[in-house]
């Protein structure tokens, strides 16, 4: 399979020179054996570049098993990863295959990998190292033969200085690491995947596609897309299904896309931040975008003289603790905005966790961390 074919077929969009640059490197590990990491900001496509490793290799007839172990709860990962016998613990009620025993013969991509706990990243090694792994309440080892392929939004080589990722394991991974740039970085990608998501996502939802207008296309081309490639496509799709189709023009982008929006704020500074830090970032902007729509609400009704009750049932009087004594003005503290937002993520999407963190932008074990922090176990 050449390199056109492998794009199209797993959807790696891009002429630009770090494409073309990956896309290279990927057709020389490929046939290969040897573990693939892929690094890259939330977002850019790392499972995409995955597929297309496993479709050029000698595997290809072979299943690909992809795991988000960010989004496995620690204390049931060793269980999904390597299987576990009947009674190994409470509940086990039958003997269950791991997902490496699952891809025997094929590829198993690790995501998150950065989240696996320390005790679990030790068997892992040992499956990188020789192949073998035991199923939980088993003392009898196991081979398997299965190429990895791991990704992660985290620098790995810090996580090694601060004592959460074994030094070894990384040191065993980082042979070959392919890092996948974020948009703001290609933009001259951007307009390809704009047409190629509205393309989908019309022929798909037979509507009609009406393009998108210069202006509008030079607006999303140097919108910064702290989400990337994911977060593109949702607000390609959002626009089409709300515009019915029509032409996108730029007036429609800035309704989409707040930081166009609103005029009286700032684009942002593109500053060195890492992953966590920006994902962060993402949450904070959203839960005060929140605040101020609800403030809006709240002059309305104060302008207007209606009770809040007949607003409706999405709309929750505000009673904080901390006043700008000055004006009058009540301030919602930020970790209550994070945890309405995740609430009302949660509710929108009937307890779909996975749902959710992709509409909040974190990963599923940041919302799972965040579940258990703010007590909104179900």
Known sequence: MNRDQVQQQVGIIGESIEIKEIINVVEQVSP???????????????????????????????????????????????????GHEKGAFTGAAETRK???????????????????????????????????????????PRKVDVRVIAATNKDLEMEVHHGSFRADLFFRLRSINIRIPPLRERREDIPLFIQ?????????????????????????????????????????ESMFVIERGRRIEANDVRKYVKEFHDGNR?????????????????????????????????HALNQQRVPASAVGSHYVEAHVDTENHENGERFVPIDEMERRMIISALERFEGNRRLAAKALNISERTLYRKIKEYNLEQ
């Open 32 to 82: 290969t054996e040897i573990t693939v990491l892929i690094t890259g900001e939330s977002g850019t496509g790392k499972e995409v570049l995955a597929k297309a490793i496993h479709q050029m290799s000698k595997r290809a007839h072979k299943p690909m098993i992809s795991v988000n172990a960010g989004a496995i709860p620690e204390g049931i990962i060793e269980s999904e990863l390597f």
């Open 98 to 140: 791991g997902y490496f025993e699952l891809a025997d013969g094929g590829t198993i991509f690790l995501d998150e990998i950065g989240e696996l706990p320390i005790g679990t990243q030790v068997k892992f090694l040992r499956v990188l190292e020789n192949g073998e792994y035991m199923r939980v309440g088993s003392a009898i």
């Open 196 to 236: 190629e998501f509205a393309k989908q996502f019309c022929e798909k939802n037979k509507i009609p596609c009406g393009g998108i207008s210069d202006e509008a296309m030079e607006l999303l081309r140097n919108y910064h897309w702290p989400g990337n490639v994911r977060e593109l496509r949702n607000t390609i």
């Open 266 to 298: 700032n684009l942002p500074v593109f500053t060195h931040k890492t992953p966590d830090q920006a994902e962060r970032e993402l949450i904070l902007r959203a839960l005060l975008e929140m605040k101020s729509d609800i403030m809006e609400i709240k």
